[in-house]
């Protein structure tokens, strides 16, 4: 079966996983570390009722859903059916502790969160002040509720009966996801995602690896981050690709996660794809059905060795939370280290500037990367509650525009 391939209108995840659920039923779509399973007509079912139990929670249009959890089916399924209720999900980075996490929940100000048990610690030295979490949800084993909250049960809100009217209807425009960037230039900043920007995150991917639902995904990366959730995941819906997830990447168990998994296809970020290649060998390293890896970025010391070790074909991309992916490797690309690939030009257009006047330069000169969206739903719609870093991150797109460089 194609990739999906809906009408601009339709450029949601929720009109993904209904079109997907009609075309597989059935079909296993995703296992995970711990042995649940999602099949493509479950994804659709189940965050039906999720988003009906949220709906009895108060969660509206607008509101928050804050998650501290690791890779897990409930977060998925969170994630979904706070869409479904036109509600915004704000997923955690789960090393979070004190005052980093403490900067991100008062920005996001979300009315729920969800947690697991084993996370719940780290709110522990947070201040609770201004915030009005009206519940905390146990994703997994019992948690003591955050301050002012009640404490509810994930499975209990699954049981919900499903009512058509709790489902808001979605549009390509929505803000559906807000993911914190890494706050290397000071506060991490609330990215806006809108739904048209996380459907062509996973859209674009599986376009570009040529994904069917004949491969199988392994999923390592943790969901907090638009690598494992909008691309990887969501790419996985797209194509019809069954995919397995576990809770948190190991460099020892990798190569054994691998073959015991089944995958064709898997993402590597930063330091990973390097930990996994300063691994001893084994007798097992050729011997899984693994054929293409993501790695950003790659290096000219281990990339061919890579390649040549594991017998996979590496594949590079350029992008980020706020911008999508406006690069990716071809297939038949060859492997250059810090090679990108060709612009998606049919959605973005790049160019590199000088950093001081935002004129272009020549090829082959180094400057600043700038970028600018095609269509209106493929870009972030700037930073949660942070309008100064906002026009910060357009200035220099509104300078090619004052000079008539873009139109």
Request: glycine share 8%; charged share 20%.
């Amino acid at each position: 079966m194609a990739l999906v391939e809906l009408p601009k209108d339709q450029w949601t995840l929720l009109h993904a996983v209904r079109h997907q659920a009609a075309a597989y039923g059935d079909r296993v779509f995703c296992t995970f570390h711990n042995g649940d399973v999602l099949t493509f007509a479950g994804f659709e079912e189940e965050t039906n009722r999720l988003a009906s139990g949220l709906a009895a929670l108060g969660v509206g249009p607008g509101d928050r859903v804050l998650a501290l959890a690791l890779n897990s089916k409930a977060f998925v399924l969170s994630w979904i059916a706070t869409h479904k209720r036109g509600a915004v999900f704000v997923p955690i980075n789960t090393e979070l502790k004190g005052a980093f996490l403490e900067h991100q929940v008062s920005n996001a100000a979300p009315k729920i969160v969800l947690v697991d048990a084993e996370l719940r610690p780290n709110f522990d030295s947070m201040r609770f002040e201004g915030l009005n979490v009206e519940a905390t949800v146990e994703l997994s084993g019992e948690v003591t509720p955050l301050p002012g909250s009640k404490c509810v049960d994930f499975a209990a809100l699954l049981e919900t009966t499903a009512a058509p009217a709790d489902v808001v209807p979605a549009t390509p425009q929505d803000i559906c996801t807000i993911m914190y960037t890494s706050g290397t230039t000071g506060p991490s900043k609330g990215v806006l995602m809108p739904q048209g920007h996380c459907y062509l995150f996973g859209n674009q991917m599986a376009r570009a690896f040529e994904m069917t639902d004949e491969d199988k995904m392994f999923i390592c990366m943790p969901f907090f981050h638009a690598m494992g959730l909008p691309i990887q995941f969501i790419g996985c819906l797209m194509a019809g690709t069954p995919a397995h997830v576990i809770r948190r990447f190991s460099a020892t168990t990798w190569i054994d996660d691998i073959r015991s998994s089944d995958a064709t296809i898997t993402f590597g970020l930063g330091v990973i794809p390097e930990f996994i290649f300063r691994q001893p060998p084994t007798p097992h390293d050729r011997d899984h059905r693994l054929r293409k890896m993501v790695a950003v970025p790659i290096a000219e010391e281990w990339g061919p060795a890579f390649e040549e070790r594991f017998g996979v074909k590496l594949l590079q991309g350029y992008g980020m939370t706020e911008c999508n992916i406006p690069i990716w490797s071809r297939l038949d690309d060859p492997l250059i280290a810090g090679c990108c690939g060709p612009v998606f030009d049919h959605l973005f257009e790049l160019r590199v500037v000088h950093p001081e006047t935002d004129e272009p330069l020549p090829v082959g000169e180094v400057g600043e990367i700038v970028i600018r969206p095609k269509e209106p739903s493929c870009f972030m719609a700037g930073y949660f509650r942070m309008p100064e870093r906002t026009v910060e991150a357009w200035e220099p797109l509104v300078s090619l525009r004052r000079r008539g460089s873009v139109r």
